[in-house]
């Protein structure tokens, strides 16, 4: 039987790795960068910039939002996300566990699963492997990710050992319940030499704890996933923790599955990942950080309510050539952010989508020519160049 | 010496007239709808959109709110509204004074002009006519609107003669500084055959006392102006008073000048203006209707809120051609909306704005076929047909 996914490497160096990921709907080359849809749009971008413009080719939904509105026979009705939402490219769906654990309280959690309060009305809802599952099975998302728990960034030991076994007891029933909706399931999507069905993919916890990284991600390869991702990172932890665990982890990670690194990160944090081995990476940091009127820039990050910007008729990044630097000031665009005028939050949205999806496209390129570490190194200063003067 | 604007008819069908206006910047066809770009920016529809795929010719600024903010010197180190924004096709400014009348509280009205409290920051302001003209040749509009002042919609006889008779004093003013300016600055924009200059329309008062009306037009043509402007409806009075008007005095406005209509309105008020001799519109409904979840369509206003487009596939308007109702759902706009996301509003905008400038090329289309009349009544049949089951 053919796969759902089809991974290659195209090339690599050092641990960096360029590679081409095919799904059912779209064509992926790594490392990627996947903007957040979080209820089926991303916020203050069109789709039809995301595909004309910035060429993504995938991008997230939460389940945990689309499960409690519109809910999964909304979806259904619709032939899920894809038809509901308009985007035709690939869905990667996360499987709600990191939003019950962050988003809600009185939860309830047990073997079976999680029982929780909806954050919107209050009423009881519940989670667990299999009902995420079925959920992201109606979504009818490329890929899909299993049900696990995510302990805090700053769990001892022993709890995120136990945290672990549970994830890794819930990784089990997530693969079987998959297989079954799979089984049942009508392929659709275009690539003929694949399957047409959902992929699957593994999450790696452990918290700051290496030993533990390495039991979860021994576990997880056992129980055999198309893809892997690590979970758990930039949930409060120190820097340094995160990069010591990809360091430790992350060319450890099946060579031929595709590598993804959850909810990362800054552009530096895309950088240290790409550079030890991950090739997938996604974050509300372009469009939540675009709403408080902050740019990401070839030379760091600015704030477009820096006085100095006022009257500038330069773009906010001269090194990028997305639609809103190739046409608008600095002046102008502090004048819509001062104004309250939501253009600012749209434009300053966009410009940071593109930056990202733009960055991974040159590591890309860097990593084909053989060129990562200085790439890496020169990309790096110039982030950290003007930091100091752009009133952030 | 050559005019600002090239204005000719041409088809008439009644009262009702399909023209053409030419300015430095651009050619607009007429009935036209222009959209208001409040602070240099239309709400949540990028210029992108307005050129390409809606075709606008014409959008408005606001002088009161640019003059507080960015202010004046800094549009002028721009080099202009135009620069500034990014907008190269044509801008009508207005004079600032409905704001001030509309916007502000603490105003000292004199023969002198009127001395204010930003709403912004409390700070003391004054607009006259002739700060007005000063402001609108920094922001160099291709329309400039004389200073005016506009009484309530339900000012007396005495009330609205003595504030037209001060709006006569105020015009003969605006034009004095207007052409003072003209003659200093440099000409701007393509089309050889004009001056390069601004324009200067004159508006006339009298709010709902038809011989007032008619005496502000005779004073206002008298002074002479590139266009005429009816000023003063749509603040407060009954439908039929200005319908009344209109019926009274759009005819009697001159034909060799465009006739605008400020501040109107729905698509019924557009389409009855259009029937009494009206050439240009503007209004922030479509936007501002967008923010809040309504929806002008062919079959009457609809709103998104409403629980029966939960699971709707059918767009917003299956009779119009814009981006959004070819892409998205009724249902999957209505989850955005609910869902708090910022694309609903940018969405609904859009798809509004795009509504108005259609219903005026249809209804450009129907004067030259001679078929005006019918036009209407069909239309405004369509527009009411389904209203009161559309949970508006």
Redesign the interface.
Known sequence: MSKPIDWKVDASDGKARAGTLRTRRSVIETPVFMPVGT??????V???WLENEMDARIILGNTY?LFL??GVD?IK??GGLH????WERSFLTDSGGFQVFSLTDLRKLTEEGVEFRSHLDGSKRFLSPEVSMEVQAALDSEIVMVFDECPPGDAGHEQTRSSLELTARWAARSKKRFNELQSGAPASGGASDLSGKQALFGIIQGAGHLDLRRESLDRTVEIGFDGYAIGGLSVGEEKAVMYDVLDHLAHQMPEDAPRYLMGVGTPEDLLEGVEKGVDMFDCVIPTRNGRTGSAFTSKGKLNIRNARF??S?EPLDPGCSC?VCK???L??LR??Y??G???A???LSHHNVAFFLDLMRRARAAIIAGEYSQFKRTTLENLRASTPESGV
């Not at 209820?39 to 203050?44: T, V």
């Not at 038809?83 to 308009?86: D, E, G, I, L, Q």
């Open positions: 209820q089926g749009a991303l916020k203050g069109r789709f039809e939002h509105r519109p909304a009705q619709f038809r509901f939402t308009s006022a009257l008729d639609s046409r608008y000031s002046g102008y004048h819509l001062q104004a005028e939501m253009n939050s749209i434009m």
